[in-house]
């Protein structure tokens, strides 16, 4: 019954190993985000996508690319990652805001090594 | 430009006493959401409560209730005769209610420890 499912649960990567992040939702809404939330820190949003429009935070590193080719799949890709960049990746989706309500996948814990 | 304050950062408490986690917020909007997210140590965040600016009365949900006050910007949430389970960190978040930047700002989040 999951609705917006993250995959995979865990990685881990190589420093400067390209990795991407995977994010699909079966509920058809239009915005998809991605946040960062490192330990002991809140979720801090990289980037969303409001349908195809790509909106990035001011201060998301060049580094952070995102990808959504349909409504369902939106993808978080590295380019090249740092130890810092260690951390709980979470998705989530709204069909427009506050108002819908949003829904979060259980996110990917990723570890750089 | 949207902010939310969670000035505690640590709670420490007894298995059955009750316990209230405060937030603070800051918007210049005048219709806006307020959550509580509840986040286990597996990761994943759990909702708990949705809320609307112009909807003030407080709400209870079984051990779990809600206190809005928009004189004072303050959306606190108390659990009663916590428990063990309750250990979780809390975030508290402000949404704008819809438009293609909507998106959810978190404050940093409280530590709730529930010993038995």
């Known amino acids: 019954d999951a609705m917006v499912i993250q995959n995979p649960r865990y990685q881990v990567t190589q420093f400067g190993k390209p990795v991407t992040l995977s994010c699909s939702q079966t509920?058809?809404?239009?915005?998809m985000y991605w946040y960062q939330q490192k330990s002991s820190q809140a979720p801090k949003l990289l980037f969303h996508?409001?349908?195809?429009?790509?909106?990035n935070e001011a201060d998301t590193p060049d580094n952070f690319q995102s990808r959504r080719p349909n409504t369902s799949f939106c993808f978080l890709d590295i380019r090249s990652p740092g130890l810092g960049d260690t951390a709980m990746y979470l998705c989530?989706?709204?069909?427009?805001?506050?108002?819908?309500?949003?829904?979060f996948g259980s996110g990917t814990r990723l570890t750089v090594v | 430009a949207q902010k939310v304050t969670q000035a505690q950062t640590e709670i420490s408490v007894v298995e059955k006493e009750d316990v209230t986690l405060d937030c603070v917020y800051e918007?210049?909007?005048?219709?806006?959401?307020l959550f509580w997210y509840k986040q286990p140590p597996s990761g994943e965040l759990v909702f708990l409560i949705r809320?609307?600016?112009?909807?003030?009365q407080n709400e209870i949900s079984g051990r779990y209730s809600w206190n809005f006050q928009k004189s004072t910007s303050s959306f606190n949430f108390t659990i009663t005769a916590s428990q063990v389970v309750d250990s979780a960190v809390y975030f508290c978040?402000?949404?704008?209610?819809?438009?293609?930047?909507?998106?959810?700002?978190f404050g940093k989040g409280i530590t709730l420890s529930v010993r038995p």
């Open positions: 989530a989706t709204t069909l427009g805001g506050g108002y819908y309500g949003y829904t």
């Open positions: 509920l058809n809404h239009n915005v």
């Open positions: 996508y409001y349908d195809k429009d790509f909106n």
């Open positions: 918007t210049r909007d005048t219709t806006y959401y």
């Open positions: 809320r609307n600016s112009f909807d003030e």
């Open positions: 978040a402000l949404s704008e209610p819809t438009g293609a930047n909507s998106k959810l700002t």
